[in-house]
């Protein structure tokens, strides 16, 4: 769509942590026979590169501060 002017950005947090993730925790300790928080705490530390799921704020400031912002035109 770059030549009419439009670019479409996207990021992929991955796992972002409570209160995003609470029901899916909650349904696969239902599930997995697991504690509240169990799963995502497995999750979070085996599937995710930085060994850990992001918090909400993380989202925001890369959405808000840069992706929505000017300085990402030409990220495409």
């Known amino acids: 769509m770059a030549p009419h002017g439009i670019n479409g ?8 942590g409570p209160p ?3 029901l899916v925790d909650e349904k ?5 026979g ?3 928080k169990e ?4 999750y979070g530390t085996e599937l995710t590169a930085m060994k850990r799921v992001s918090i909400s704020e ?7 501060g840069f ?10």
Do not use: Q
């Open 58 to 64: 993380e989202v925001a400031c890369v959405v808000g």
């Open 39 to 42: 799963s995502l705490r497995e």
């Open 20 to 22: 995003m993730c609470d």
């Open 28 to 32: 696969l300790g239902e599930i997995k």
């Open 9 to 16: 950005n996207s990021y992929a947090p991955g796992i972002v």
């Open 67 to 76: 992706l929505c912002g000017r300085d990402s035109d030409f990220v495409t």
């Open 34 to 36: 697991r504690e509240k």
